[in-house]
T-cell receptor
Framework: DTGVSQNPRHKITKRGQNVTFRCDPISEHNRLYWYRQTLGQGPEFLTYFQNEAQLEKSRLLSDRFSAERPKGSFSTLEIQRTEQGDSAMYLC???????????FGPGTRLLVL | SQQGEEDPQALSIQEGENATMNCSYKTSINNLQWYRQNSGRGLVHLILIRSNEREKHSGRLRVTLDTSKKSSSLLITASRAADTASYFCATDAAAGNKLTFGGGTRVLVKP
């Protein structure tokens, strides 16, 4: 499968715990995006990378959130001290720089108890 | 924040009928895209229309764009039960190509 993959697909955690999600983009894609989607809503942009550089962060990305793409390939999104309001689907997408279409992964569904 | 509104929020039709949904947005755009999302899954890209285009077709899909009204419509012809999903419009306004999504239209196609 050469699509975008995300792990884990589901995560249940207790409030206050840290969680980390991984995204593996399509191999030749140098742009990688993170979005968050709550139930019944459309996805909201969190941050994006071009190669290893993080070029933009949404104000939704509080200081408890950190994203990395150390070698310009896979990316991780970490949430520290999780809160119940962090419960959502976290979606990753990738694209070629010159191509507007973004290809989405299946998402990681987070539930914070 | 969401870029725009989608209308209707939900739509229920019989198999074989056409489904039309609308999207309005607030700021100037480079392009507008439509995505489909089956329950609890990732998004699948359907079609992209650029700001200098007015209409585009792809299979059973027809998209229109009116930049003067800041609105777009998606028409699915001859719907099938497999078209049951949520449909989202997304605008690309900035050089970073981040997408700003609407709230979605939930479509139910009854067999």
């Amino acid at each position: 499968d050469t699509g975008v993959s995300q792990n884990p697909r589901h995560k249940i955690t207790k409030r206050g715990q840290n969680v980390t999600f991984r995204c593996d983009p399509i191999s030749e894609h140098n742009r990688l995006y993170w979005y968050r989607q709550t139930l019944g809503q459309g996805p909201e942009f969190l941050t994006y990378f071009q190669n290893e550089a993080q070029l933009e962060k949404s104000r939704l990305l509080s200081d408890r959130f950190s994203a990395e793409r150390p070698k310009g390939s896979f990316s991780t999104l970490e949430i520290q001290r999780t809160e119940q309001g962090d419960s959502a689907m976290y979606l990753c997408a990738s694209s070629l720089r010159q191509q507007e279409t973004q290809y989405f992964g299946p998402g990681t569904r987070l539930l914070v108890l | 924040s969401q870029q725009g509104e989608e209308d209707p929020q939900a739509l229920s039709i019989q198999e074989g009928e056409n489904a039309t949904m609308n999207c309005s947005y607030k700021t100037s755009i480079n392009n507008l895209q439509w995505y489909r999302q089956n329950s609890g899954r990732g998004l699948v890209h359907l079609i992209l229309i650029r700001s200098n285009e007015r209409e585009k077709h792809s299979g059973r899909l027809r998209v229109t764009l009116d930049t003067s009204k800041k609105s777009s419509s998606l028409l699915i012809t001859a719907s099938r039960a497999a078209d049951t999903a949520s449909y989202f419009c997304a605008t690309d306004a900035a050089a970073g190509n981040k997408l700003t999504f609407g709230g979605g239209t939930r479509v139910l196609v009854k067999p």
